[in-house]
């Protein structure tokens, strides 16, 4: 897999750093041509001279090579990368990263990147758990990066938690398996819904839900990242799409949301709905702001369509049909209900009750149950993995279904 692959290795200045050496030749024992660039603060814990020799290419740090007159273009290496590993990643970079700043050659190509970008942030427990280092993983993984999590166990500080660098044949074998499942779902048009919706009341009033979008967006980045082209058709949330191949529609109402996946479902192979839709919408906005009174006040509410159930009606054989269920009493049943009801290949239960799982949260705790009854509990995981999960869940029933067509 990682034969003749261009791996850019970014190394920045943590005492990790020790174990590019490693992945470096286990690298280049599979066959990939490996180019390090190292901040200048990674050069006092390992020297350019050990990883050049290891990596058997002159070791890149700044943009231009002091007196020759020499140009490390930037832009020419970002095209030149299959992947870029940066491994190990420290706080300080990490911030410049996710705030788009390029003071050395090594941020600059980050920001000119057109490969996947892996990083592997390594620092001490105290300064992981910082809530600014948590923003910026996720920044990073909202621009569609992919995160090698740091390991828990014994620190060099001397302190104990998480921080460690993953082992470098770990991350090999992550690489292996991204490369492999890369085009796997070329080919293949995947409808994913995220968000809430907004029922409109009166020109500056809405009943909506707390819904992030953040399921939805985890799953059409992990849909893009394995060929797929992607329709994500997003109520108003604060949440950015990076890869090129998701086609981001905005909408508001969940008529809207409606509208915009029937005009996709017919052409569509994999279908996700993960949005809160609203089930009932003020029959009549108000065309005015709704003024105050001391009376009560009533709001009519119809009834929505309902998007997955239209689907599940409509459905073609080929098609393989997901649905998101949140519920708060009798969760496993209700949702097999759903899945019946809904004529769904797949349901994903979350319950309130689990700490750390639905709306607005990066984690998830949830339980599979697929259209033959089959029910997986999986642990709390975060939203990124989870979609990761779904991917290879989505990847067998498909090749299993094809199989069945065969
Ligand atoms: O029936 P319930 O709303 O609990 O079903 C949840 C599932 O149905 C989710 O996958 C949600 O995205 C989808 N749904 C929909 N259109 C609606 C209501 C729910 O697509 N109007």
Redesign the pocket.
Known sequence: MLKGKKIILGITGSIAAYKAATLIRLLIRKGAVVQVVMTDAAKDFITPLTLSTLSQRPVLSEPFQGGSGQWNSHIDWAAWADAIVIAPLTANTLAKMANGQADNLLTAIYLAARSPVFFAPVMDVDMFEHPATTKNIHTLQSYGNILIPPDEGELASGLSGKGRMKEPDEIVSLLESFFKKKNRFRGKKVLI?AGP?YEKIDPVRFIGNYSSGKMGFALANAFAGQGAEVILVTGPVSLRTACTNIQRVDVSS?RE??DR?MKHFPTSDIC????????YRPAMPAKQKIKKSDTALSLELTP????????GEKKKNRQFL??????TRNAKA?AMK?LR??KLDL??VNSLKDAGAGFGHDTNKVTLIDKEENIKVLPLMSKEALAGLLTEKIYEYLINKENHAI
Request: proline fraction near 3%; charge should be negative.
């Open positions: 819904t919706t969940a949301m409606f996946c996700i709905m993960t949005a809160a839709v609203a089930d929505n369509p309902d998007i997955l159930k239209t689907m997901t649905g998101f269920a949140l519920e209700e759903k009801n809904k349901i994903v």
